[in-house]
């Protein structure tokens, strides 16, 4: 274990040992909280011995992931009993369909703008994030982006975007505000390893669009053929607690599309380990730009598919495309 993991989670130990002794202190004695003071001791004292990460069933690491999501954890996968890997599965079931059910709706269409999404996750959960809001004003907030970190605690980290945004959507600030306040609560209230890169957007019903790229992969402005990618603008969110965000205008023609995704596609791999790379997708982008949203997203995850040729998914995969379909009534 990185001695930078090993001091955020020696933190986090002590932050929890110092809340369970003042509720001691301050509440009638609790037999449950004395055995979590003792197990929080007992973790302290395996890192002091250097077996702290390790099973205490085979003696391997214990998967980082699962550490960081409850730093008292014993033993790894491998070793869980048939009880507990039950447990766990139960917990991960209900964590994937609270998941699933904090995505947009598929059938995306409001005030002249039509979207369509694929959200695969390589596991039980995904740490990408996916969403899509319409306001009264007429006008649609886009978000789409990657967690730092797999497994169970990216996809807390990502509800815990999914929650902020909506909030802050809600408060009606401009983008670049809400970009930075979404930073600096992200910062404050998440581990120093935490971060998340970030495409959020907003589309008006006369065209307008503004998007701000924290540190994510350049999305594909489709005009006609003509695919561009517009390249990121700030570092990604949660970085520093008092970061600036630049937004970029455009306007999009009936007919435009802009297309987001997550490095599981553009850094998705075949047999022989050759990327996808972001050129072979701005390409096949081009050659389906005609269709629907929804069968433009569908054909690229098919040729995804068909360039993996049954090597497996090393990463979550999310792709989104947003079109202009009308304009807006006098």
Known sequence: MSTRLDHLLREQLMERRHRLDTTLKEASESSHL??????????????????????????????????LADPLVEFCLDCLTPPQQAALQHDLDLA??????????????????????????????????????????????????DVSGKGVSASLLMTHLHAMFRILISLNLPLSQMMERASRVFCESTLPTH????????????????????????PA????????????????????????FRVEKLHLEIGDTLVLYTDGISEAEDSSGTLYGT???????????????DHLITDCIRTIRAFRNGAPASDDLTLMAIRRVAGAEA
């Not at 004292?45 to 990460?53: C, E, I, L, V």
């Not at 005009?223 to 600036?244: A, H, M, S």
Request: aromatic share 8%; proline share 3%; with cysteine.
């Open 34 to 67: 004395l055995n979590l003071l003792r197990d929080v001791d007992a973790a302290l004292a395996r890192m002091d011995q250097g077996t702290y990460g390790l099973c205490k069933g085979c003696h391997d690491a214990i998967e980082t992931d699962r550490l």
């Open 279 to 293: 050129e072979r997708l701005f390409q096949i982008i081009s050659e389906y730009s005609h269709l629907e949203p």
């Open 96 to 145: 994937a369909r609270i998941q699933s059910g904090l995505l947009p709706k598929k059938d995306f269409e409001s005030n002249g703008w039509r979207a369509a999404y694929h959200y695969e996750a390589a596991g039980p959960v995904s740490g990408d994030y996916c969403d899509l809001v319409s306001t009264e004003d007429g006008s649609i907030y886009f978000m789409l982006g």
């Open 221 to 244: 402005l489709v005009k006609g053929r003509e695919v561009k990618g517009l390249e990121g603008t700030g570092l990604p969110v949660g970085i520093f607690c008092d970061e600036t």
């Open 195 to 218: 971060f998340a890169t970030l495409v959020c957007g907003k589309a008006t019903k006369w065209g307008e669009m503004e998007i701000c790229n924290a540190g994510h992969l350049p």
